[in-house]
C-alpha cells in the first residue's frame, strides 16, 4: 500500500472515531436538554423541595451547589496553587518532591466515593462537624486538590524558562519573577484548569453524601447571618446539592414527579456548568489582557 | 623549502595564549579569576582568566559545548541553583561570587540578554517600566522618560513609540531582541551579557542589532558570546577563544583573526571546525 492510501485511510480512521464521540455526547447533551428543559419554570428553580407532594422545586439544592462550589473553591484553589508553584518552580527535583508528585498521583485516581466516606469519618465524625457545608468543603477539597495541582503545574510548565531567567535578570527575586511575570502569563491556562476541575466540583455526588448530607431545609432567603440554623449562608447546616439531589431521587424518590424533577435537575446541572464556562472564559480573556495589555 | 617553513611555523605555536587587554583608557571593570563550572560532577569549565575593559565589547568564541556560554552565565550569576561556580568573579574590586553577595542587586548591575528574545507577556511599556517600578519608581514623568531613552538607545523607539501600550508580544523577533536590550539598560547597569543575541534572528535584524551593540559601547561594556565569527570581527575590540572548557586564546580582536597563536584557534577561525 502507498503511503498516500495510507494517510487517507488513517486520517478517515480518525475523523470517524473523533466523529463517534462527537455524536455520543450530543446525542446525551440532546437527551438530557430534550427531556429537561421542558420542566424548567421560574418556580422549578426557585422553590423548595417537596418530599412527598408533586410540584416541588430545587431552589435550595441549587443554591447549594453554587455555596459549596465556591466554599471548596476557595479552600483548594489558593493550597493548589501554594503547592504548584513550591513544586514547579522551588522544588528540586529529589525523593521528597518524587513522594508528593506520587501522592498526587494516586489521590487523584481515588475514587469520590472513598474521599467522600474519608470525610465522613473524619470532619463529620471525628472533627464533630457534622452533615454541613464545611464538611462537604472539605471532603471536596481533598476530592479536588490533586487534579487542580497538576493543572496548575501544568500551566506554569507551558511558559517558557526564558521569562524566568529574563525576570531574575533584570534583577528580580525569583518570587518577584513568580508574581509579576509568570502568573499573570499564566492565568489563561491557570482558568481553564479551575473550570474544568469547578466543573467537577459542580457535579460531584458521591462524596458529598456522607459528608454534606441529603437533606436540605428550608432556607430563608431574607437572612443573611451566617450563624442563624436557617441561614443560606449557614457553613454548618446540611445541605443537599443538585447533584445529590439527583442521586437520591433516582433511588428513594417517592414523590409522584420524581423523574420530572430529575430530568430537569440534570438539565440545570448541565446548564449551570456551561454557563460557568462560558462566563469564566470571558474573564479569564478579560484578566488576560488587563495583566498582559495582550 | 615550504615543509621547512611549515614544521617552524607549527613549533611557534603555543599551547595557550592570554593577553589581557591593556587597561590604558578602558581601566579592567570585571575579570574572573581561576573559575571553574561543574554541573553536578561534571566539570563544564576548567578555566577561564580573563579581564574585561570597560567600555569595549569582548567576543566569546567557539565550538558547540566549549564553555563559552557556561562562563557567560556565571558571570551575574544566573548559573545559581544550575551549576557549582568556584573561583572569583571580581567586578569592580568585589568578588560577586560570594554568597554574601545581594545578587538581585548585582544582576540590575549586570543585565543580560538571552539568545532567543523574551518579551514578557505584558505591554511594551510596561516590559521596561515593570521591574523600575519594583524598585521603588513611580514617577510617571520619570518611567516615560526612562522608557524612552533606553528604547532610543535600543534603537527601536521611532517604531514603537505610537504603541507603547500594545502587546511586546506582537513584535518581531528583531524588534524583541531589541527591546529586550532595552529592558536591560533601562535598570542602568556597567555590564551588558549577551548571549548570542543574534542568532534566532535574520541577516537584516542582525546588522541593525551589531549597530546598536556598537552604539551602546559608549555607555555599557559589552561581553557578548556569538558563534558569527564575522559578528565578532566587526564589532568586539578583544576575543576570547574557548574549546573543551578552557580559554585558549584571548588577545585583540584583530590577532585573533589575523595572526592567532594557538593551532586550534586557527582552525576555528579559519573555519576548518566547529
Known sequence: MDSKKQNKIAIGTLYGIAGLVVLILLALLGYILASGLPQLSWHFLTAPAKAFLKGGGVGVQLFNSFYLLILAMAISFPIALGAAIYLYEYARDNWITTTIRTAIEILSSLPSVVVGLFGFLFFVVKLRLGFSILSGAFALTFFNLPLLTRSIEDSLRTIDLEQREGGLALGLSRWETITRVILPAAVPSILTGVILSAGRVFGEAAALIYTAGQSAPALNFADWNPFNISSPLNPMRPAETLAVHIWKINSEGIMPDAKAISSGSSAVLIIAILLFNFAARYVGKRLYKRLTSA | ?274
Not at chain 2, 517600566?129 to 532610543?152: M, N, P, Y
Request: contains cysteine; aromatic residues 8%; hydrophobic residues 40%.
Open chain 2, 1 to 274: 623549502m615550504f615543509i621547512n617553513n611549515d614544521v617552524t611555523r607549527a613549533t611557534a605555536m603555543q599551547e595557550r595564549h592570554v593577553v589581557q587587554p591593556n587597561d590604558a583608557g578602558h581601566p579592567i571593570i570585571l575579570s574572573t579569576e581561576g573559575l571553574h563550572v561543574f554541573y553536578g560532577k561534571k566539570e563544564a569549565l576548567f578555566e577561564g582568566d580573563l579581564q574585561f575593559g570597560s567600555n569595549q565589547i569582548t567576543a566569546l568564541i567557539g565550538p558547540s559545548g566549549s564553555g563559552k556560554s557556561t562562563y557567560l552565565r556565571s558571570l551575574n550569576r544566573m548559573n545559581d541553583r544550575i551549576a557549582t561556580v568556584t573561583g572569583k568573579i571580581m567586578y569592580r574590586g568585589v568578588d560577586i561570587n560570594q554568597p554574601a553577595i545581594d545578587v538581585y542587586e548585582m544582576r540590575r548591575r549586570v543585565g543580560m540578554v538571552f539568545q532567543r528574545p523574551n518579551p514578557f507577556a505584558k505591554s511594551i511599556y510596561d516590559n521596561i517600566a515593570f521591574a523600575l517600578r519594583l524598585r521603588g519608581t513611580t514617577d510617571k514623568h520619570e518611567l516615560d522618560e526612562i522608557v524612552e531613552t533606553s528604547l532610543k538607545q535600543a534603537a527601536l523607539w521611532d517604531q514603537v513609540k505610537d504603541d507603547l501600550n500594545k502587546s511586546a508580544l506582537a513584535l518581531s523577533g528583531g524588534q524583541a531582541q531589541r527591546l529586550c536590550i532595552a529592558r536591560a539598560i533601562a535598570v542602568k547597569p556597567d555590564i551588558l551579557l549577551l548571549d548570542e543575541p543574534a542568532s534566532a534572528l535574520d541577516p537584516v535584524s542582525t546588522s541593525q542589532l551589531e549597530d546598536t551593540l556598537l552604539d551602546l559601547k559608549q555607555h555599557y561594556t559589552i561581553i557578548i558570546v556569538t558563534h558569527n565569527m564575522q559578528q565578532a570581527a566587526r564589532i568586539s575590540e578583544y576575543t576570547a577563544f574557548f574549546n573543551q572548557g578552557r580559554v585558549l586564546e584571548y588577545d585583540t580582536t584583530s590577532q585573533i583573526f589575523t595572526n592567532p597563536q594557538v593551532q586550534v584557534t586557527s582552525d576555528y577561525v579559519s573555519g576548518n571546525f566547529g
